[in-house]
């Protein structure tokens, strides 16, 4: 079972309404808002209609709003810079 | 000649606005970019449907209509089609919308 990984990438402000409907329906509120999705003819129809707003990965798995956040965060604990040799 | 009541083009006729007709190199480069994000996006539909051997019309018809951004031509990539236009060809960027629309083909001659 594979998903879709679903980003908004472009605002839906000032699109045709039924445009603004499917980022509604896909439940893309905002920009760089991530959605999942399994690979369904439906699903392939809707991202087909907001093409140009979104980007779109195939993944094996849908993850979790914790998982997404966690995917964001930077590295604990900090690391020594070196002097480049010049 | 000179001085604050030059006749200039916006004192004398109001209004002017003066939008380049061409794109320039960046804004084509931005351009042929954004064509290449949706290409990719059919894509990966296309890709993600056809390993569950699904077919959907959407994406179907668009493969077969459309041309891929390195199938175009430079003339449909930064112009489109307008009657009332001199040569029938007015600026991309007169498009509404047009850095969030798709906008590839145009009449055949034209």
């Known amino acids: ?86 | 000649m000179f001085g604050a009541f030059r006749p200039t083009n916006s004192l004398s006729g109001g209004l002017l606005w003066k939008i380049p007709w061409r794109l320039s190199k960046f804004q084509k480069q931005r351009q042929r970019k954004r064509l290449r994000a949706v290409d990719s996006v059919v894509a990966t539909l296309d890709k993600a449907l056809t390993k569950m051997s699904i077919t959907t019309r959407a994406v179907e018809r668009w493969k077969e209509e459309m041309p891929v951004e390195q199938e175009m031509v430079p003339k449909d990539k930064y112009s489109i089609f307008d009657r009332k236009e001199k040569k029938y060809r007015k600026s991309i960027r007169k498009l509404p919308k047009w850095t969030r629309v798709s906008q590839r083909v145009n009449p055949p001659g034209y």
């Open chain 1, 1 to 86: 079972m594979s998903f879709f990984r679903i980003t908004l990438t472009r605002s839906g402000i000032g699109m045709p309404k039924r445009t603004q409907g499917v980022l509604k329906a896909l439940g893309l509120r905002h920009r760089m808002a991530t959605v999942f999705y399994p690979v369904t003819p439906e699903v392939a129809g809707q991202i087909m209609r907001v093409k140009e707003l979104v980007t779109v990965q195939e993944v094996d798995k849908a993850l979790t709003k914790e998982e997404l956040r966690a995917e964001r965060r930077p590295e604990a604990g900090f690391y020594l810079e070196t002097a480049a040799p010049r």
